[in-house]
């Protein structure tokens, strides 16, 4: 009965022992297991991270680019109209002839201002357009140095 009794004790020593030491293999398998996770978790945060920056940086490009769009087709829409015409006139005997340019702003069909009227008295066998575009207001002398022969006709 001794070595019986020994036997089923050594036996529950036994399974006691395997028990604990499948137990801990299976703790350190499953922490491996989770350690891999957690890389790839962090790997996938680190991308998506950096894909979020690039996104807002291209949506940021993308809303500049269309700022900027927008305001050149705006500017692009804004135009000046402008007429010249000869004024004389009659004081005593005599005639004074004075070129008078009239301006205004317009966006599409829209006029921004009113007229802008400028007088410039001259005398016979000036240049007119070149006095003319001394004289404009909203053009400038910018635009006025920018005219090319093909612009010069479309006017």
């Given at each position: 009965?001794?070595?019986a009794?020994?036997?089923?004790?050594?036996?529950?020593?036994?399974?006691?022992?395997?028990?604990?030491?499948?137990?801990?293999?299976?703790?350190?398998?499953?922490?491996?297991?989770?350690?891999?996770?957690?890389?790839?978790?962090a790997?996938?945060?680190?991308?998506?991270?950096?894909?979020?920056e690039?996104?807002?940086?291209?949506?940021?490009?993308?809303?500049?680019?269309?700022?900027?769009?927008?305001?050149?087709?705006?500017?692009?829409?804004?135009?000046?109209?402008?007429?010249?015409?000869?004024?004389?006139?009659?004081?005593?005997?005599?005639?004074?002839?004075?070129?008078?340019?009239?301006?205004?702003?317009?966006?599409?069909?829209?006029?921004?201002?009113?007229?802008?009227?400028?007088?410039?008295?001259?005398?016979?066998?000036?240049?007119?357009?070149?006095?003319?575009k001394?004289?404009?207001?909203?053009?400038?002398?910018?635009?006025?140095?920018?005219?090319?022969?093909?612009?010069?006709?479309?006017?």
């Amino acid at each position: 009965m001794n070595v019986a009794l020994w036997w089923i004790t050594w036996s529950a020593i036994c399974a006691l022992g395997t028990g604990i030491l499948v137990y801990f293999v299976m703790q350190s398998r499953m922490e491996v297991l989770l350690a891999k996770q957690r890389e790839e978790l962090a790997f996938a945060r680190a991308e998506l991270s950096v894909r979020k920056e690039t996104l807002l940086e291209s949506l940021k490009n993308v809303e500049d680019y269309t700022r900027r769009q927008a305001l050149d087709d705006f500017i692009a829409d804004i135009r000046v109209e402008e007429r010249s015409y000869i004024r004389e006139q009659k004081v005593l005997f005599v005639n004074r002839k004075s070129l008078i340019r009239q301006e205004r702003i317009f966006f599409r069909n829209i006029p921004l201002s009113n007229w802008v009227e400028q007088e410039m008295p001259f005398e016979e066998g000036a240049d007119m357009e070149k006095l003319a575009k001394t004289m404009s207001v909203f053009a400038g002398e910018l635009e006025a140095a920018e005219v090319t022969p093909v612009r010069r006709l479309l006017r």
